[in-house]
């Protein structure tokens, strides 16, 4: 994983530099301190930055000192369902977009119906899981409202 | 499962009764304006909060004198210190007259801090329900005599006394401020340590620091109990649990300071509806449920209605002043 | 001393009236249930329950409060271990092994461990309360900014016990929690790192990051297996208790972690999420076997559950004794005893001793109830996971959600979470350890603050920091606990090269 390390690594770098500039723009602050502000952000961006750069050099050094590299956990289990993975994001994404929009059991009877069409395989277990998909909505929705008296948004239906 | 169930519901059932639901009973004076269906009261912050509490506490006195017929809801909005409610209130609800704010001064600090774009003039000021009042208040065994030696020893060396409170732009924050600023100091040279809330009565309590300011009702009890002796209340007069400690006016500073507690409208609220929620916190004020929940913490009677508006006219100059002379306009 | 147990028959006798009974079981039960629920945690319980006990007497309205906390400081186990979804930051390291010990068909055990820890943990820290209150109150005001700042220092030295195999890694996880935690509004009285986005005023709540980089992060790793390996069930199944063996190894954390609990847990402000994190690098280093954490050793779970309710009394005590609340919880029991006309504080013992006896004997009380309560429930809890794998993900998704929305009622944090999701599982296949990020985001206001004050009250000089004896004992805590791994093998490896039996054993 060497290349992602120093992918990641110059990342870090970049964004240790960027939180710097952003700490050094602080306003003037009310309370007369010996130690103002910015000083906490500018030592964490100063780590970061170090620490990037160990990150990103690290396996060189590893390499020329000899040492094997070693394989992540990921790189272990092998390549991953990419486009499960997708979809899961797809669908919270799509999830988040309509929660307010059509209110909290539409959406959640549709991420779900959406999540489990994707990763269930076996298809002949789909009507099984409709009176979850449609009951657990409802009863925490029902939960949270009534009984809780946390908001949820009610949408289209409320 | 099935047990757990219906006795979580039996709780609800007690949420549903106590908190949000009066039972509507017939009225004489049908002709009179009243909102028709379930009425918002949005608090800026979460259960607990002062907010939160203020408007819990005022329905807690109309639920218990019947001075409503319609359900009331508080709902709570926290974020931005308030910013993300009154946000709301002006985006979302302009002309109803169904939902109402409950607020204090943070409504004033933020639009003057540029942290909220929305100030007290974007709102439609209904009432000021109650006031807090400021101690300044050093431990029992401290040699600072009383509130004129402080000052004397401020003006002396302005480092000399390390004096807690709040973080600005919070309220015992801006007591301090305006009570060392009328003196004449400069506070920008004060070794003002700011505190989250409580937390300033143990500072105050293990030595940390030699003075503080907070709200009467957080340190009367550490008065009470001997720990800290008490220099100088900042309310217009001397605080009934407190008869023999000075107001800073009387002793030669001539700042009065309270934060208040209130409740605002949407922008364009109908004239109606501002009548009505008018008089029914004047009725409000005047039960014995609310004397009590008033004395239990310690906020100081002052209700108004009309005035509440130029009140807050004359709290926006006060606070700006204030805000200016802790530095708030320099290098922005 | 006789005084005491006089004092505690009184309470008892109060506290068990059949309708005081009957108010301590709901309230563990509905502790339980609602702690159980992401993102509503122990602090937003208690205020739930703040109505709905208005026209009780204060004794009953106290007892059925003092329920729910414990309910809900254990419910939120629950959801770490099954779902690896932290309900509250005190929950966040249960995850590490908990969640593990589920998906090798340990769940039971996990659940079991916590239970019975919390029982252990309560009994104890409501017996260190009774005797101790006004004493420990008295050194815990002694703690000032100094203090504090090396205390949070201490805690993030915990970070080297969190998992990872790269130094490296983990101090960047802990620098990107730093970073997060001093997003909002700073004590100097503007909001930081905000980009004047008004969501951010107030910082980023440690549940979006926790729920995001945990539960999202673990979500969409059982979707990258799922449909490949074609799974049928997870092996969540198994025993719904404690081997003799697991319980033998469970005994000394929950002791441990008692009493450090109770102690962090005095100290307003630092409270049950440090009390946890404590005890997890604590067990670790007195583990023979430290690599098995992070892989489902039981007493990663018993330990910090143990902390994080023994915690729970040791708050009450600053609470009760100085009217100083220590956490966001106490501060809403504070208000709670408002309501109910009392003044935690120093006179409260003299004023109305009867509450707060009362009070006492009902946290025993309550210890044995969700003891009593919460055995068979775990049952339940593992046959309801049960589920089709891609059934389950989709309802760990839903879960966390509400959890994230519930917080602060607006969509932009499930954004945020998402955000954070798609990093967890990025870091996760890199190697990163998430919980760093998590403990630092918690830790660093504080300890930016205090460093702050302690500077300030010092005139910029950082002798404050050695010259003040609590805190020059921390720092050099601090400095044990970096070179604990190193010292302790150092000694291994000379017991063992004179033939002596290795230290640990219990």
């Known amino acids: 994983m060497s290349v992602a390390d120093r992918i990641t690594g110059l990342a870090i770098i970049v964004l240790g530099v960027a939180y710097w500039r952003a700490a050094s723009a602080l306003p003037k602050p009310l309370l007369q301190q010996a130690v103002g502000p910015e000083v906490f952000p500018h030592l964490i961006a100063g780590a970061l930055v170090v620490l990037g750069t160990v990150l990103a050099i690290g396996p060189l050094l590893r390499r020329a000192a000899g040492w094997p590299a070693r394989p992540t956990e990921a790189e272990l289990e092998g390549p991953p369902d990419v486009a499960a993975i997708l979809a899961v994001l797809a669908g919270l994404a799509l999830y988040t977009f309509l929660y307010e929009r059509v209110g909290f059991i539409l959406s959640t009877v549709l991420f779900m119906a959406g999540e489990i069409a994707v990763l269930e395989v076996d298809r002949r277990r789909w009507p099984w899981a409709l009176p979850v998909v449609l009951l657990l909505p409802v009863a925490l929705y029902l939960l949270f409202v009534t009984l809780l008296g946390v908001t949820l948004p009610a949408g289209i239906l409320g | ?332 | 001393m006789t005084d005491f147990f006089a004092n505690l028959v009184t309470g008892f006798g109060i506290a068990v009236t059949p309708m005081n009974l009957v108010y301590a079981f709901i309230g563990c039960l509905v502790g339980t249930l609602i702690g159980v629920l992401p993102g509503i945690g122990s602090v937003t319980t208690v205020a739930l329950l703040i109505p709905i006990t208005f026209g009780m007497n204060p004794t009953s309205g106290l007892i059925l409060m003092a329920g729910v906390y414990y309910g809900a400081m254990y419910g939120g186990s629950t959801t770490s271990i099954l779902a690896n979804i932290p309900g509250e930051s005190s929950a966040v390291v249960t995850t590490l092994d908990g969640h593990p010990m589920a998906k090798q068909g340990r769940a039971g055990a996990a659940l079991a461990t916590a239970a019975i820890g919390s029982f252990v943990a309560g009994t104890i820290a409501t017996a260190g309360l009774m005797f101790l209150a006004p004493s420990l109150a008295s050194v815990a005001i002694r703690f000032g900014p100094a203090e504090y700042f090396s205390l949070m220092l201490l805690g993030l030295t915990a970070v080297s016990a969190l998992g990872g195999r790269s130094v490296v890694k983990s101090l960047i996880s802990m620098c990107l929690g730093l970073l997060l935690g001093t997003v909002g509004l700073d004590m100097g009285g503007f909001p930081r790192f905000n980009f004047g986005v008004v969501e951010l005023y107030e910082g980023v709540d440690f549940i979006i990051p926790a729920i995001g980089l945990f539960a999202f992060g673990e979500a969409l790793d059982q979707a990258a297996v799922v449909r490949r390996k074609q799974m049928t069930h997870f092996e969540f199944k198994g025993r719904a208790w404690l081997t003799r063996e697991e319980f033998r190894k469970s005994t000394a954390p929950w002791l441990r972690g008692s009493v450090l609990g109770f102690l962090v847990g005095v100290l307003p402000g630092a409270g049950a999420t440090i009390a946890s994190f404590f005890s997890y690098a604590l067990e670790r280093r007195m583990s023979r076997h430290p690599e098995e954490f992070g892989k489902g050793a039981i007493e990663g779970v018993a330990g910090p559950e143990a902390a994080n309710n023994a915690s729970v009394g040791g708050a009450m005590v600053p609470l009760l004794t100085l009217g100083i609340p220590g956490s966001g919880t106490t501060a809403i029991l504070l208000g709670a005893f408002m309501m109910f006309g009392l003044q935690p504080g120093p006179l409260l013992f003299q004023k109305n001793p009867d509450v707060i006896w009362a009070l006492i004997a009902s946290m025993y009380i309550g210890n044995v109830m969700l003891l009593v309560l919460n055995l068979p429930l775990i049952r339940l809890f593992v046959k309801l996971i049960d589920v089709r794998p891609a059934v389950l993900v989709a309802a760990v998704l839903v879960l966390s959600t509400v959890g994230v929305y519930a917080t602060n009622g607006r969509t932009f944090d499930l954004w945020l979470a998402l955000g954070f999701g798609v990093l967890g599982y990025l870091a996760r296949r890199a190697d990163f350890p998430p919980a760093p990020l998590i403990l630092a985001l918690v830790l660093e206001r504080s300890m930016e603050d205090n460093f702050r004050r302690a500077t300030t009250l010092s005139d910029g000089s950082l002798t404050i920091f050695v010259s003040r004896p609590i805190s020059a004992a921390i720092l050099v805590l601090c400095v044990l606990s970096l070179f604990s791994p190193y010292l302790q093998s150092w000694f291994l490896s000379r017991r063992s090269a004179r033939g002596e039996p290795a230290i640990g054993r219990s």
């Open chain 2, 1 to 332: 499962m099935r047990n757990t169930l219906r006795s979580s519901s039996r709780a609800a059932l007690g949420v549903v009764a106590v908190l949000a639901v009066l039972v509507a009973t017939a009225l004489g004076a049908s002709a009179e304006w009243a909102p028709k269906g379930n009425v918002s009261w949005m608090a800026g912050a979460g259960p607990g909060s002062g907010w939160d509490t203020t408007a819990r506490a005022a329905l807690q006195a109309m639920t218990a004198h019947k001075v409503l017929k319609h359900p009331v809801t508080v709902v709570n909005k926290p974020g931005g210190a308030g910013a993300i409610a009154v946000a709301e209130m002006v985006n979302q609800h302009k002309g109803k007259d169904d939902v109402i704010l409950v607020t204090s001064l943070p409504l004033i600090t933020n639009k003057i801090m540029g942290t909220s774009p929305y100030g007290y003039k974007n709102l439609t000021p209904i009432v000021r329900l109650a006031a807090t009042h400021y101690l300044v208040a050093v431990p029992a065994n401290s040699d600072i005599k009383d509130f004129k030696d402080l000052i004397a020893r401020l003006r002396k060396d302005p480092k000399s006394v390390s004096i807690g409170g709040s973080t600005p732009p919070a309220d015992d924050w801006a007591a301090a401020m305006a009570v060392f600023g009328g003196a004449g100091l400069d506070v920008t040279k004060l070794k003002f340590i700011g505190y989250d809330g409580a937390q300033v009565a143990g500072a105050l309590l293990g030595g940390h620091i030699q003075a503080a300011v907070n709200t009467v009702g957080e340190f009367a009890q550490h008065v009470e109990a001997g720990k800290m002796k008490p220099l100088a209340t900042t309310g217009p007069e001397r605080e009934p649990k407190f008869q023999s400690v000075p107001t800073v006016k009387e002793s030669g500073v001539d700042v009065v300071f309270m934060n208040w507690r209130g409740f605002v409208g949407p922008p364009g609220m109908p004239k109606e509806a501002l009548a009505y929620w008018q008089q029914k916190f004047g009725e409000t004020v005047k039960t014995q449920t609310w004397e009590d929940l008033r004395a239990r913490y310690s906020w100081a009677d002052a209700f108004m209605a009309d005035g509440f508006d130029r009140f807050l006219a004359e709290n926006d100059r006060l606070m700006s002043d204030i805000l200016k002379n802790a530095g708030v306009f320099k290098k922005k």
